[in-house]
């Protein structure tokens, strides 16, 4: 009912900087709570950032600083402004969203949904 389309990865060396970003699209309502998680192999997922839909936002203490999270509602699009990138950052980076979704005529439900991944490999 509702994808989650994510772009910008890619390969950075130490100290550079990406810009990912997430597009919501399908039967959305509205969009709730977004976020980005990230996962290196072998580890488990983690939460990188969040933000809420009034634009409270919330960052893992290893990101904290260097990272940021926006959104641009209009455009039901989730950003993730990652500078100052370690090595260790290097994972699969996973967009989320809370999203009331239309199932019928005036009539939605809430739904969380997961985008496919996208790899940022931070590396000289």
């Known amino acids: 009912q509702v994808q989650l389309v994510e772009s910008g990865g890619g390969l950075v060396q130490p100290g550079g900087s990406l810009r990912l970003s997430c597009v919501a699209s399908g039967s959305i309502f509205s969009i709730n709570a977004m976020g980005w998680y990230r996962q290196a192999p072998g580890k488990e997922r983690e939460l990188v950032a969040g933000i809420t839909t009034g634009g409270s936002t919330n960052y893992a203490d290893s990101v904290k600083g260097r990272f940021t999270i926006s959104r641009d509602n209009a455009k039901n699009t989730v950003y993730l402004h990652m500078n100052i990138l370690k090595p260790e950052d290097t994972a699969v980076y996973y967009c989320?969203?809370?999203?009331?979704?239309?199932?019928?005529?005036?009539?939605?439900?809430?739904?969380?949904?997961w985008g496919q991944g996208t790899q940022v490999t931070v590396s000289s």
């Open positions: 989320n969203a809370d999203i009331a979704t239309y199932y019928g005529p005036g009539t939605y439900g809430n739904r969380n949904y």
